[in-house]
């Protein structure tokens, strides 16, 4: 079964408005998980690393004004896109990993389609 | 820098047949692992295969094996009894250093024919 939510699963909005993505780690505690981005056929990129307790670490280019994340507990990550303008339309896909004892695999949500008009 | 780059944009395939999918990639890290990801339409991201970089012999599940071959860099996929299910986008990716995020190359879109 699943291990990582994401809610919701699709969201159209108007432009200039703010909009949350949740993530949440549904079997053991994630004290990391990340943000990916994708648009429409490309490849995943890194945005952001999500660290519960702390500041996240974004990549360059990425505006943490934008984007900004919270990871106020171990099984949830959320990510709320800012004053949302139709450039910010794209796939978002959270994922954690299992650690190098469960063999560094990655388990990715399912995503959110954002679309804003 | 970590990259990883894979060649071919889009690939065809007859089902029953076998599709090799190529990735080079490039890191600095002694211990990394790499992974082949599936993304079928539903863009739910599903793990195909890993190798974890230390080990000698290629990983293989079922009808998915990989040729990885460490000082050139290279970790292709092979599918073996290619099944119309597999039509899908195919992600190389590489984990290495302490980071846990993962390094995608740009995809190949793989369409198995019947």
């Known amino acids: 079964g699943a291990v990582v939510s994401q809610h919701p699963s699709w969201v159209i909005c108007k432009s200039g408005t703010s909009v949350k993505i949740e993530c949440r780690s549904l079997d053991f505690q994630a004290t990391t998980m990340f943000w990916y981005r994708q648009f429409p056929k490309q490849s995943l990129m890194l945005m952001a690393t999500s660290n519960e307790g702390s500041k996240a670490t974004y990549e360059q280019g990425v505006e943490k004004d934008k984007f900004l994340i919270n990871h106020a507990s171990l099984t949830l990550s959320t990510l709320t896109v800012t004053s949302a303008h139709p450039e910010d339309s794209s796939f978002y896909i959270c994922?954690?990993?299992?650690?190098?004892?469960?063999?560094?695999?990655?388990?990715f949500g399912p995503g959110t389609r954002l679309t804003v008009l | 820098a970590q990259t990883v780059t894979q060649s071919q944009p889009e690939m065809s395939v007859q089902e029953a047949e076998t599709v090799t999918l190529s990735c080079t990639y490039d890191?600095?890290?002694?211990?990394?692992?790499l992974f082949w990801y599936k993304q079928p339409p539903s863009r739910q991201m599903i793990l195909v295969i890993r190798?974890?970089?230390?080990?000698?012999q290629n990983a293989t599940e079922n009808r998915f094996s990989v040729n990885f071959q460490k000082a050139a860099k290279s970790f292709s996929l092979k599918i073996s009894d290619s099944q119309l299910g597999d039509t899908a986008m195919y992600f190389c990716?590489?984990?290495?250093?302490?980071?846990?995020?993962?390094?995608f190359g740009k995809g190949t879109k793989l369409s198995v024919k019947p």
């Open positions: 990716a590489l984990k290495g250093g302490s980071q846990g995020n993962l390094i």
């Open positions: 190798q974890e970089a230390y080990k000698q």
């Open positions: 994922s954690k990993t299992s650690g190098i004892l469960l063999g560094n695999e990655q388990f």
């Open positions: 890191t600095s890290e002694n211990n990394y692992y």
